[in-house]
């Protein structure tokens, strides 16, 4: 199936002796000049790549308060080195935390700091060369800014934020990635990720209002564009048509429906993800997040609602109000934005939804913190909301429920392997292998409690499990949205009695 | 007074400074430097009494450390807090009238000194038998140990086996605070754990020791959850929304 060796699953899960130069070869696309001057970066390697470089670190430390204080922080303890989902994948010690870091901490120890300008051997002090480059590149693309790493380090040293400044420093000399930088150009000529125009999204619409009547006798409306509606939904493109995330966009028309509130989808704004926070670009995720503000302003919106998406909820929940703020013209009683967890959870305590748990009795059921969630973000008024609202809602919509092992859920999951820019064909091999613990995770609770799906709330995840599930023996329809769930669960007001429906309803 | 006396009087004074300016310098570096974004690693605290809990719980038990690893926290933790107790007791060093409870401290502070060292060396094992942090371990990583390690046990060399004439030592110390140099007894023991003191001192600011100021000022322990409710924009932020 692959011209790599997927991974095992280890009998004890032990960490792997590492060997080095394992995944040195994987590194992904570079981007055209077509892709890089659009967001304001070089279209090739500059000549005097170096200097600008340095130049881009020295300013970057300046801006960062993160950036300055982890590089110098680090005391190579080593608490980070096994908790790494591509470490533990690929076992090699670059993918270590805090051997990614020291890619860059050595440059910057040897250009701006007194012991690494006079004593490098020492401390380990480098040059930048054209291999250091490619070992930056190659690394720091193999780092999904899942943030474990930042939990379990004593100083709280995110290699997120090492990968952000690299990527972005390697952007500035004009070596950026194609994937990532393809991708914010179509935001910013089309309106989301998948380059679907207005047209698209509104055939498409239609025919989920169709399906739905016709599975429910009930007529859910799907608005795009749609001036004085009080919800602006934002989520991700990939809910339009990709299975299984279109069941979750499916479900949150449901519970708009059956809440009696009005809402909306807007071509302008058509896209929660923000990958200006991959490339570690403040500017670019700014000027992704203000399509948000202008498409509530332009719809006259009371609320702000994003579906589900992992890292896109980390900049809505952490960054849109910094970014696009203030959004004093939005309803004051909601928080700006919400997430449709929060949206939905909040009508399960109200008993406003008629969830039928027993229509999800074909499935057991487990659940996949997603990483931007989980270490990133908050739902609802007390921290860990983002753990519990989730299940919460499982639990409301589904019978079967099990969680997987303590140490691979919560603040302690491991990402997907597809997050951070990396969800590109050209990884791969990485993917697969970064998917490892996650995986063994699953087989765990697949054999001890006959678990027969993974519920996500980030299109990343779902699109990364879809696709390397079957290198572990799972099939690729095992990875479900939660909004999936609600929507198989919930009998909307004078719906169709369920004998009429029941034998399309199999998995 | 004496060559050695000149010399380590003026060792002192230059160590002294470096690192408070040093140290000093980073510190101030830290603090202006924004952290545009809110980016604490959720659960975070929604309060900043919250945050001073947190990070309390980090900076006295080292509660990620904790999660993490059992080995490193425990080698780490002992460490630390023997290296604390230690530092306490020589507060008498540099008081003419002792305080109380660092008189009370003295046994303690002085059996600490064999928890700092079984820390160190614990943590040096690792540092040469696990493939991971010898992986990523610099020549500076061993040294730092080698040098902690040389503090402990020259100082332990007086406390326990050869004595130094103690009274002389405080005078020197009280002398320099004062600006008035006064002689420094010449026994090797001393001689050499000032040495490596005076040098600690000066790497301190250059060197991974900047872990000490470094975590309170840790965007990803100290920042307040509240995005949604305030609003956070750094001053070259805020220039782009011109
Ligand atoms: C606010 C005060 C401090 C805190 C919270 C703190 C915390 C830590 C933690 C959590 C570690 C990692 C675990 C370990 O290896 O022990 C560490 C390592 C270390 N600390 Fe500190 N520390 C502080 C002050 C100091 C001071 C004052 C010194 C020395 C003068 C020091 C010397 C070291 C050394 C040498 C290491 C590395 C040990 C190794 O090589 O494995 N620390 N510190
Ligand atoms: S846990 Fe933190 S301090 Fe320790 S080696 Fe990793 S990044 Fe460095
Ligand atoms: S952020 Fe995640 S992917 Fe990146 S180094 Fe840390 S644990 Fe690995």
New interface residues.
Partial sequence: MADFDVPKFREIPIIPKLQEGTMEHSKPYVAKADFQQPLGYPGELLDNWKEVAIDKMGELLGKYRSFQVFLDACVKCGACTDKCHYYLGTTDPKNMPVGRQDLLRKVYRRYFTFAGKYFPKLVGAQDLTEEVLDDWYSYFHQCSQCRRCSVFCPYGIDTAEISMAAREIMDAVGKGQKYCNEIIGKVFKVGNNLGLPQPALEDTLEGIEEDVEEETGVKVRYPLDEKGAEVLLVTPSADFFAEPHVDGLIGYGKVFHEAGISWTLSSHASEAANFGMFIGSYENMKRVSMRIREAALDLGVKRIIFGECGHAWRVAYSFLNTLAGPFDFLDPNYPVPQHICEFTHDLIKQGKLNLDKSRNDDMTLTYHDSCNVARASRMGDTPGGQFTIPRDIIKASCNNFYDMSADTVYDSTYCCGGGGGLLTDDLMELRVKGALPRMEALKKVVDEHGVTHMAAICAICKSQFAKVMPYYGFTLDQIVSVHQLVSNALILTGQKSDDDEDEGDED | MSFVSIAYTALFYAAAIVFLVGVGA?IY??AK???????P??????TTGGVVLRMFR?VVF?Q??F???KW?WIF?WIFHFSLLLVLLRHIRYFQDQVWLWVTLIQPFGKYAAFGMIIGLLG?WA??IL????R???????H?MLALLIGIGLSGMMMTFVSHTDIVSVKAFFLGMMRFSPQELPTDPALLIHLFLVALLLI?FP???L??AP??F?????NQV?N????????P??AE?EK
């Fill in positions: 980073r570096r830290y430097t924004p952290a545009p974004l809110k980016i690693t959720t659960p975070a605290p929604t980090e080292f990620s450390l999660r993490s690893n490193i780490g943590l690792r540092r696990v493939d991971r942090v992986y990523i371990s610099a020549p500076s990583d040294l790497v250059i060197s991974k900047l872990h470094g975590v000022f840790s965007p990803t322990r959850d995005p949604r409710e305030k609003r956070h924009l750094a070259w932020a782009l």
